[in-house]
């Protein structure tokens, strides 16, 4: 009898089993996915007007390539489909604000996940100037530096908000990869560095951010070091030193004397020229500095042949701000 009950209470075991399995393996299969857990990348990060722009999907919480994924727009749907992680397009114009709908549903999931995406197509201008390059009087060009020179970086937003003095934007800066921590906050739209002597190239980036959360942009420029060069201008007694020709090899020298003027262009002589030496030489043999360095007064003796100019000009504080000029004047 004690076996027969076994034997039942075995069997029932055996049927209960059977019949709970099915359930228990869909109530495994029910995924609780959260909204948190499907991530949103855009390529670029901050995209400008009319950039072609990428928006991916993906998840560690769940399959993406085997949900169901809708994306809307303002005119209806864009795509649709299983596993369609992906959707580019191209931005549209500064001052307007796109909005794109994702609908997701997880394989084996009851519910259903909707992200909002907004894209506020944002422009910024990144101009640099040279703070302590040296150029010439009425030099009508751009200022630019040498290596160990400093630079002045300026960040200028384009958008509306911006241009009626409504908005209030916070600045990053990075310098070759590096956040520039003293440079960044808010309303900090300029950035003051000194290159470093051993960078030919400063990679600058600046991220900027409205308070209000409508308008966000990204730049980068690259900022090449400049070799600086000396050039020589003939001084007149009556006008002055004439900047607009510079002296060439071969200038003949047809007056009883000449004063030249050599102008070390983007050393950074602004605030120090005299922490800078002046060297002379004439055919090789070196002659006492003048009292004013950067001019000299040629007086020869005889006619013909030729005078060989030598200028170097050097920092006393720092490497690589030197500079070499030669002039060849026919006697």
């Known amino acids: 009898m004690n076996f027969i009950r076994i034997k039942f209470l075995i069997i029932v075991f055996f049927v209960v089993s059977i019949i709970s399995t099915p359930f228990f393996v869909f109530a495994e299969m029910q995924i609780d996915v959260q909204e948190e857990e499907i991530i949103v990348s855009t390529s670029p990060k901050n995209p400008e007007p009319y950039d072609d722009v990428s928006i991916s999907l993906s998840s560690f919480a769940t399959d993406l390539n085997k949900a169901i994924i809708t994306w809307q727009g303002s005119g209806g749907i864009l795509q649709s489909g299983i596993g369609k992680t992906d959707y580019s397009f ?25 992200k909002k995406i907004y894209l506020s197509p944002s422009e910024i201008e990144l101009l640099w100037e040279s703070v302590d390059g040296y150029v010439p009087p009425f030099y009508k060009g751009k200022t630019l530096f040498s290596r160990g020179g400093k630079i002045k970086a300026v960040a200028i937003p384009n958008t509306n908000t911006i241009k009626s003095g409504n908005g209030n934007i916070s600045y990053s800066w990075k310098n070759n990869g590096t956040i520039i921590q003293d440079a960044s906050g808010y309303n900090k739209n300029s950035y003051v560095f000194k290159n470093d002597l051993f960078d030919t190239t400063n990679n600058i980036t600046v991220i900027a951010s409205s308070v209000a959360e409508n308008y966000n942009a990204e730049k980068t420029i690259s900022i090449p070091a400049y070799s600086p060069k000396v050039l020589f201008y003939k001084k ?14 071969g200038t003949f020298l047809d007056e009883d004397e000449m004063t030249l003027v050599a102008e070390p262009y983007y050393l950074s002589l602004k605030g120090g020229e005299d922490s800078f030496s002046y060297t002379w030489t004439i055919n090789g043999d070196p002659i006492k500095t003048p009292s004013k360095k950067t001019e000299l007064t040629i ?12 200028l170097v000009v050097e920092s006393l504080k720092q490497l690589f701000q030197k500079v070499t000029g030669q002039l060849k004047l026919t006697l």
């Not at 007149?236 to 090899?249: I, K, M, Q, R, W």
């Not at 007086?299 to 030598?310: D, L």
């Open 236 to 249: 007149s007694p009556t006008e002055g030193v004439v900047y607009n020709s510079a002296l060439s090899d």
């Open 90 to 114: 191209k931005a549209t114009g500064p001052n307007t604000t796109m909005t794109i709908t994702v609908t997701i549903k997880p394989v084996g999931s009851v519910g259903i996940i909707t």
């Open 299 to 310: 007086r020869p003796t005889s006619r013909g042949g030729y005078a060989q100019i030598n």
